[in-house]
């Protein structure tokens, strides 16, 4: 059977969930090719040892390039923080490497521009971490949305938020840099665009509203002194979709209660759907004649959930989603899938998201294609 090696770069909260990823998919799907973790890299070398040795990596670099260059890597996974996301995936891609991005894509539409240009010229496998999308649920969704079980789609209500910066001593971090990241649109709404996209398709315009709530945060935990702080805390965005749908998208970072609160509702002529990652084995449908929703759990005639686990109820979590996103990108690479958010999808998602960025800067309705 063909070997393909993994190469992954950064050890945090993403490096660990890929980390635990490849892991489990060997473990849990019967993969056309053997997975070899082959080097894993981090600027803090010191901690790419360790973690290498911990989650099964054969070598550790302290040096990206050296990971990407090492012949034993075909595989080169990136979840460091948004800018990095550019030279590194370029690199891996005249490398000809294929390449699967924590989301979201780049920190600039030019960027997320070359980055697809240069894959789809390199005929690599890409594939960003929407993970969200490859709940069973979410495929159930999108079954019954495309089956016509809801009619004729005619509203997305979406929402993505959390409350992880509602501290205003919450301290400064890459993530508010706007080089670096691009605040609460970019690191949540991202996720919340691509699945608007995934389950009701292109959206052509949009109008919206962008506020950054605390200006200064401390530089470090507990410090006096404050950094200026100019990435958006809060966006709403009115959308419309290509297919005459109608949405509305909000996504915060300061919203006291939520911890992964990516929600949507979407309605049709002839039914509601209604969906809350905080409930992510759950899916609420009330159709037409029902006098309320009706709760679908999700069980073994889902294959994804099956793969897991042969009992209803039992319940997938976050890193199951991950496991099922690598195992796609697998198929993939073995040119048996084509499932996923690749680099054009990803880049999609970026343009929406300039898009919306550019209707708050000179409020008014803006064409995506336009941007
Ligand atoms: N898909 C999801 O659900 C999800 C969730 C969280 C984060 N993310 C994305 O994952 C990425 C990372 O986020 P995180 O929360 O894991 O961040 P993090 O800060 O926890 O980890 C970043 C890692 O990158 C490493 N790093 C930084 N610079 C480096 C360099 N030059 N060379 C090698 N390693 C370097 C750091 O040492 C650290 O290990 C971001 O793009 C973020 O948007 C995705």
Redesign the pocket.
Known sequence: MRELGIGL???????RAHALAFNNARAVFELPVTLKLAAL????TE?AQRCATAWGFAQAHGD?QALINDPKVDVVAI????H??YPMAMAAIAAGKAVYC???LAVSLQQADAMRRAASDAGVVTRV???YQHNPMITLARQMIANGELGEIISFQGEFSEDFMADPASPWS?RCEVEHAGGALA?LGS?LLSMARYLVGDVVSVCADTQTVHAQRPAIKGSNDLKPIAVDDQVHALLRFANGARGTVSSSWLKHGYKNHLSFEISGTKGTLAFDQERLNELRVCRVGQDGFQRLLAGPALPGYAAFSPAAGHQLGYNELKTLEVQELIMALAGQGADGTDFEAAWAVERLATAIRVAAKEERWVQVDAV
Do not use: C, Q, S, V
């Open positions: 770069i950064g050890t945090g909260f993403m490096g890299a981090d600027a803090d901690r990206w979840t460091t923080p948004n990095l996301h924590e989301k979201p971490g929407y993970n890459w690191d996720h």
